[in-house]
């Protein structure tokens, strides 16, 4: 499976931005999906994650009420919603999908940045 993010860029604080996933290859392996990011300096953490299809989402505390993760299965996108951007918001996020065909393996994108001005 192949990831390619798009939709991140410069925002000033409290506003919105819209990230997009799109899948393409084996999509139909995939299993669940999300959205991590990385700061200068810190870990990869998780932001949000849609569970088997759509059916269950679950999202870290500092962005629950501000991000919505949504999937198009469709389309084989994926979608995060950000809204009252703040500049601790800036990273590198990237999408992630976990897939079974003969085993279990995961899928990053390149990821693309998002920058929170104050």
């Known amino acids: 499976v192949q990831l390619v993010e798009s939709g991140g860029g410069l925002v000033q604080a409290g506003g919105s931005l819209r990230l997009s996933c799109a899948a393409s290859g084996s999509t139909f392996t995939i299993s669940d999906m999300g959205w991590y990011r990385q700061a200068p300096g810190k870990q990869r953490e998780l932001v949000a994650a849609?569970?088997?299809?759509?059916?269950?989402?679950k999202y870290a505390e500092f962005v629950k009420g501000r991000f919505t993760i949504s999937r198009d299965v469709t389309k084989n996108t994926m979608y995060l919603q950000m809204n009252s951007l703040k500049p601790e918001d800036t990273a590198v996020y990237y999408c992630?999908?976990?897939?079974?065909?003969?085993?279990?393996?995961?899928?990053w994108g390149q990821g693309t940045q998002v920058t929170v001005s104050s």
């Open positions: 849609i569970i088997s299809g759509g059916g269950r989402t």
């Open positions: 992630n999908a976990v897939t079974f065909e003969s085993g279990w393996s995961s899928s």
